[in-house]
């Protein structure tokens, strides 16, 4: 949108700091979807953590093993808590519940660390000057400067997604630099030497229990046919000075200039197959990617990142006003200073991380995000850094589309199918159900039963629900008709199974029992708090969307299926939201009182967002009592929490809320906090998202609520600015996507707005901005301009 008005620049695509990071939430991330590494910018001593995407506890044998039921299963066992809800035995309910209950699904690993060891003159290092680290986001390089000892060092860190490997280039400016390069890991491994480099064999547990479970062997290792996967990294130099290696280390002495180039590989073949590949046979594919990648100058490597990093990254930019002064200090005193005071550049910030993170860690073909994207240093990670799907997965999918990054939603989209294979089973054998199912938590093995656990967050069957959510919002986005037939059985399933699940009740409606709300508790009638009872406000707004998109689905597919009809009469059936005794949207059928009036989870509001049920012009009275909600919660909350608040508050068009929440979540984190008068959440220096611990789904989430602050489709309607702070007076945003295809360009002033949309195909649209309405005839690949308030051509 260069042909817009352009506001003064500050720099809204750089972290940088005036000292290496002191631990790993102030390293700097780099990635290129399968290869995670966290960069400290050390003096002397440095280290690059390590990670790749595939690199699991377990396999298929592990998770059979781990799935047997702690009880009765089948449609009998759940006819019999059924039978207790009715009865008002919640519980008997509660109990009978944890039967469907088994295991836990696996964790995600960390793969290793880079270690270095620089000298100059070949004695330790005395002096370090003039330092200064940073990464620069439109060119995914990690880049460290600084004097040792009167030697100008400066260091540049990439991972490349066309060469699949991470280059690291140090230069010096004089012929004395010494480079001693180690590997290591957490993980069982042993060194071997390779001709000018290093290898590192690596095995895997057949087990990690997550932390919060009591085992006796929770890091478990197997011979047997659970055995672990095996992985490997491969290193190589090319420097002008000397090099020798050996099984544990490589040593560069007399350069000016070293390259190292990395690469990582795993016995990973998809969710159900058991890994076979020897860690010889991973070492051989690592280290073949690293010698074809050292075939080729550093400049070419650089170049073909720049160029397959900026295709994707460059689509989408924001740029908001702030104070020169801020804008100029290291991030992380930036971050302590502000303590969530305003700070509109600081937003944008955040807002190009986010899309720079999910370019990082989400590429086509891989896996999706887990818990910590793709960066874990941590062998036995909170929540098994896993794929937790009753929100935080979801979350980290919702900038995909609306920040113009489709092809990064991709990991999700192909991993719903194959969880959808895994579901089915699990649909038959724990409730006697067809279609397919999937609880809260997920792995690379596609785990899909309830884990072992308290029934207030393991008993929730509708993660297959809100995963075909997303089956359906890549095709409102592209409205790709190739796509969407590829996904009707997973759609179809998924509709299936909460056709089955559902349960008439006394007045003739349809309802699900047993129902909880992730992961909150009510007062039962006795005061103590209890989960299990019928039909959570989420369970049948899920449902409903689900129904209602099969049924879109069907239609545009020329689709003739008996299910379809039958979905539509059901459909009919679901009761709507209820408005309880304090005007908020009800959590569960009755009008029951929280134990945890400001728990995390806004279960009961997923229709306003991700959701499109609610909405201020469609429901406002729902949606008033949504915004009640809200304010009963309380803004204080875990940082995910803060981040889908953020996009709750730009639906409903909260703009000042919407900002208030920003603020909050833009605080320096504090994992010492406990309880949510002094919650912790908030970022760490290195601007991932403190739950706390760190959990990346609030950083995808902070960029979604941003997009739907600045750009809104979800009525088919475009608005514009639906939801701007009167503090950001001033700014500048391109490459928001609306729904149907449409690209969306946007500036703005306190004396006006200019907009530019380019649709893929003709179609018209009405577009909003404030309480003006105009309808536009957009031809595909033309820019058509509105200016002013949006209601004129220009």
């Known amino acids: 949108m260069s042909d817009l008005g352009s506001s003064d620049r500050f720099d809204w695509q750089r972290l940088w700091y005036d000292r290496p990071a002191a631990n790993w939430l102030a390293a700097l991330p780099l990635g290129n979807g399968r290869i995670g590494a966290m960069c400290f910018g050390g003096t002397g001593s440095d280290r690059i953590g390590l990670n790749d995407e595939t690199l699991w506890s377990g396999g298929p044998e592990t998770a059979r093993l781990l799935s047997a039921p702690l009880g009765a299963t089948g449609a009998d066992a759940v006819d019999v808590v059924r039978e207790a809800l009715w009865a008002g035995d919640i519980r008997r309910a509660h109990e009978l519940a944890r039967g469907f209950h088994s295991g836990y699904s696996q964790a995600y690993l960390p793969l290793g660390d880079l270690l270095l060891e620089t000298r100059v003159g070949g004695s330790a290092p005395k002096n370090v000057a003039a330092y200064r680290r940073a990464l620069d986001l439109d060119r995914a390089v990690a880049t460290t400067e600084y004097e040792l000892d009167g030697v100008r060092i400066a260091q540049e860190v990439f991972v490349s997604a066309p060469d699949n490997v991470l280059v690291l280039r140090l230069t010096a400016s004089a012929p004395a630099l010494a480079l001693t390069v180690r590997l290591s890991s957490q993980l069982q491994s042993r060194g071997q030497a390779i001709d000018g480099g290093l290898g590192l064999l690596l095995q895997a547990p057949a087990d990690v229990a997550p932390p919060h479970r009591d085992v006796p062997e929770p890091i478990r290792y197997s011979d047997g046919p659970d055995r672990g996967m095996t992985a490997a990294i491969a290193l190589r130099t090319s420097t002008d000075g000397t090099v020798r290696a050996t099984d544990a280390e490589l040593v560069v002495d007399d350069a000016t200039e070293i390259v190292l180039v990395l690469s990582t590989a795993t016995g990973y073949d998809g969710p159900s197959t058991t890994p076979t590949r020897t860690a010889t046979e991973c070492l051989a594919k690592a280290d073949h990617a690293v010698t074809t990648a050292l075939d080729r100058e550093f400049a070419d490597l650089l170049d073909d990142h720049l160029t397959d990093h900026r295709r994707l990254f460059r689509r989408s930019s924001l740029e908001l006003v702030g104070l020169p002064e801020e804008a100029q200090q290291p991030t992380d005193v930036r971050v302590a200073e502000s303590a969530g005071a305003d700070d509109p550049a600081l937003a944008a910030l955040i807002y190009n991380y986010g899309r720079y993170l999910m370019i990082a860690s989400s590429r086509p073909g891989g896996l999706p995000t887990n818990l910590q994207g793709i960066w874990n240093d941590i062998l036995r990670p909170p929540w098994s850094s896993n794929f937790t799907v009753n929100i935080n997965t979801e979350m980290n999918y919702w900038p995909a589309e609306t920040t113009n990054l489709s092809e990064c939603h991709q990991p999700l989209l192909g991993f719903i199918d194959h969880l959808a294979e895994a579901g089915r089973r699990t649909a038959r054998e724990r409730y006697g159900c067809g279609g397919w199912t999937a609880h809260h938590n997920a792995d ?80 039962a009638a006795d005061g103590r708090p209890a989960s299990v009872t019928v039909s959570s406000t989420m369970d049948l707004a899920l449902i409903s969307d689900l129904f209602d998109r099969v049924e879109q689905a069907a239609a545009l597919l020329d689709v003739v299926d008996p299910l379809v ?30 134990e945890d009036p400001h728990h995390r989870h806004m279960s009961h509001l997923v229709g306003v967002h991700p959701g499109d049920a609610i909405t201020p012009e469609g429901a406002p009275e729902l949606a008033a009592a949504a915004r009640r909600t809200l304010d009963l919660r309380g803004d204080e909350a875990t940082g995910w929490s803060l981040a889908w608040k953020i ?101 703005w002033t306190p004396n006006g707005i200019e907009a530019v949309l380019t649709a893929d195909h003709d179609q018209e649209r009405t577009i909003r901005y404030g309480a003006d309405r105009v309808r536009v005839r957009l031809t595909a690949g033309i820019g058509h301009r509105l200016s002013a308030a949006a209601t004129k051509e220009a």
């Open 565 to 594: 009809a039958e979905l539509a009469t059901a459909r009919k059936r679901i009761p709507e939201p209820s408005i309880g005794t304090r005007g908020q949207l009800q959590e569960w059928a009755e009008d029951l009182p929280e």
């Open 444 to 523: 690379a093995w596609c785990w899909t039963n309830p884990v072992e656990g308290d029934p207030r967050w393991s008993n929730w069957p509708m993660a297959g629900a809100w995963l075909a959510r997303h089956l359906w919002d890549h095709y409102d986005f592209t409205r790709d008709l190739t796509f969407l037939g590829e996904a009707w059985r997973t759609l179809r399933g998924a509709a299936e199974f909460c056709l089955d699940w559902l349960v008439e009740l006394p007045d003739g409606s349809l309802g699900t029992a047993p129902s909880t709300s992730p992961e909150n508790d009510y007062l």
């Open 647 to 747: 996009c709750l508050r730009a639906r409903l068009h909260d703009a000042t809320g919407a900002h208030r929440l920003i603020r909050a979540f833009l605080r320096p984190a504090d994992d010492r906090a406990v309880g949510y008068a002094g919650s912790g959440a908030g970022v760490y220096p290195n601007l991932f998202c403190a739950h706390p611990p760190f959990q990346i789904d609030g950083n995808f989430g902070a960029t979604a609520g941003i997009a739907e602050m600045l750009l809104q489709s979800h009525t088919d309607d475009i608005a514009l600015l639906p939801a701007l702070p009167a503090d950001w007076r001033s700014g500048r945003v391109t490459g928001l996507r609306a729904r149907g295809g449409v690209v969306v360009d946007l500036a």
